[in-house]
């Protein structure tokens, strides 16, 4: 047996790709991460108030989905109904992170590997050398990111893992004048993506029909519906496959369609064996996106890119627009700045709460457990990346074998493997990531 090793880089966090192949074929593929963080555990033992806090220490990219879906949680345990104000403020803190996440990945992760498609070939392009090669798409994604930056930290107070989200409400009141400086970035920062929008599709012109292991024409998927809107916030959960809907469920449900058995290859989904999260799922569950500018420039897009993972990052692109839009509005409603009265956490409900929010990579689930004494006994956190993975092994595998069979390649399947991960927009820890190719 010969094993070789590969990094992979430009992913969020430790994971690795082993491939397992003979002399003819690729027989099995796997994307593995091994890094157990005990957050679960950790938050054991602790008081109700400080969970936000806690979890948002999960990801630096993610911080304020996780405090969110936490508090959302807990507050069905305490039947407490936060203001319209705290809706609105926690609406403006998971749109900013998705404007930050979203560019994030766009220019560190998507953009070397679809520079190197436009031009047909294998090249490694390090951040690096792109933003050598594309300045002002790089300038223009550096303003997206400081524009999402601002609205978390004036909304979050602080950048990342903000501190204002609580149990209830949000600590933080937006003064007037900086409701309008966030609102003046936002309208600036719309005409900025919107001139990022159409260098995609001059990418996407020069690259034509994507490759075929990027399809996902086999694939249900899975995301938060609001009366067919874009909502990051609130709705219930949806599953469907093509055009048909399979489920529709209030987020208490979700342990009645959602194995949380955790398992290395995955969470099974409804039965589903193939199940997606994220930006490409949002789609494929909501009707609009709220501004018509938007619908309009996804009718732009080819034909042949809408079942391909590689669509998700034209996707993101509007995810952002629609989320400045969105927030410009927010920033309109009067009740925004008005006085938040935050509850006492006196009495239980039920002892069992469940919060569920859309994050940048997807569905994130939040499950606690609570005692008389305000002390967590029991902790779920079920991720996009987890809920993704069985996806993810999947297009793994076919798209190893593709590359495999075509070309005999190894350099080529390599590469072709770390595209193909780094579609989904895994969110790991960050540490060392290895791809394995073994020979028997």
Known sequence: MKKIIEPVTRIEGHAKITVYLNDKEVYNANFDMYLPRGFEKILVGKMVEDVPRITSRICGLCSSAH?????????????????????????????????RSHALHFFYFALPDLKAMTENGYEKYSVQQFSKMETDLVEKLFRIIKIGNELLDHIGGRVPHPVTSLVGGVSKKLAEKEVVGLQSNLRRGATTVRGIIEKLLEYMGKIGEPQKFYNIDETAFMALNEGGNFNLYEGKL????????????????????????????????????????????????????????????????????????LYSNFLRLIEILASMYDAILILNEPELIEEQELPQLNKIATPVGIGVVEAPRGTLIHQYKVNTKNIVESATIITPTELNLSTINQKLLETCRDSYQNTQDIEKLKENAKRVIRTFDPCVSCATHLIEVIHQ
């Not at 807990?74 to 403020?89: A, G, N, R, W």
């Not at 208490?252 to 058995?261: A, G, K, L, N, S």
């Not at 709220?290 to 890119?305: F, I, K, N």
Request: aromatic residues 6%.
């Open 238 to 309: 949806r599953i469907a496959k093509g055009k048909k809907v399979l489920a529709d469920f209030e987020p208490e449900q979700y342990p009645q369609y959602i194995d949380t058995e955790k398992k290395s290859q995955g969470i099974q989904i409804n039965g589903e064996k193939l199940v997606l999260t994220g930006p490409m799922a949002r789609n494929q569950i909501i009707e609009r996106y709220g501004a018509y500018e938007v619908h309009s420039l996804m009718d732009e897009v080819p034909t042949s890119w809408r079942e391909s993972l």
């Open 67 to 99: 405090a969110i879906a936490a508090c959302k949680a807990l507050e069905k345990i305490y039947d407490v109904t936060p203001s319209k104000s705290c809706i609105l403020m926690r609406k403006l803190l998971l749109a900013g992170e998705l404007m």
